[in-house]
């Protein structure tokens, strides 16, 4: 979607407006809507996070598509006769380094949205193994003093997991960017 935003200018407006109508309802409240529709599931989770996770992504996408549309290369690609689809496959090797940071950076918000909404209830159910659980079960032992400590233990998986895929994503940005290789 992000990369038929950018290059084709007469979809530009249409998707421009869908992402502002979508994007100005708070994403959590849009997650705990569909939560309440649907019954807490795994399919649950998916679904309301794809109902909020595609704009940052097709934004961005967009943005990098814009910067490289007008270039002289494209613009000599189209005079040839080149396709659309043609040209938008052609460049997307330059952008891959920078869509795979997004994309790590967009992991641990799905990771956050998934932790939100099982540990307020609408999320993954008590009798399977999620993150949300774990922080739901360290919140309930904190109420005894002496337990209190236990609470550390998921927040400090969440956070281990958030700076991981940080790191993993700035690596292989890292890697797939061609100015790195001169």
């Known amino acids: 979607i992000g990369m038929a935003w950018g290059y084709v200018r007469s979809l530009d407006k249409a998707l ?42 097709a934004r961005f996408i967009r943005n990098q598509v814009v910067i490289f549309r007008d270039r002289d290369y494209n613009l000599a690609s189209r005079c040839l006769g080149s396709s659309t689809l043609r040209i938008i496959i052609k460049n997307l ?31 993954i159910p008590t009798s399977q193994a999620s993150l949300g659980n774990l922080v739901e079960a360290g919140r309930v032992l904190m109420m005894d003093s002496t337990l209190r400590y236990q609470l550390v233990f998921p927040a400090a998986v969440v956070a281990f997991i958030t700076i991981a895929f940080y790191i993993i ?3 292989f940005s890292d890697a797939a960017d061609p100015k790195n290789h001169v």
């Open 16 to 57: 421009t407006e869908i992402y502002n109508v979508i994007s100005n309802i708070p994403q959590t409240l849009i997650l705990i809507l569909v939560s309440y529709i649907l019954r807490p599931s795994m399919t649950t989770i998916i679904i309301s996070m794809c109902m909020v996770g595609w704009m940052a992504m």
């Open 169 to 171: 994503g700035n690596a």
């Open 93 to 123: 090797p330059q952008m891959v380094s920078v869509i795979m940071l997004q994309t790590s950076l967009a992991i641990p918000g799905a990771i956050g949205d998934e932790v939100f909404l099982t540990y307020i209830g609408l999320g």
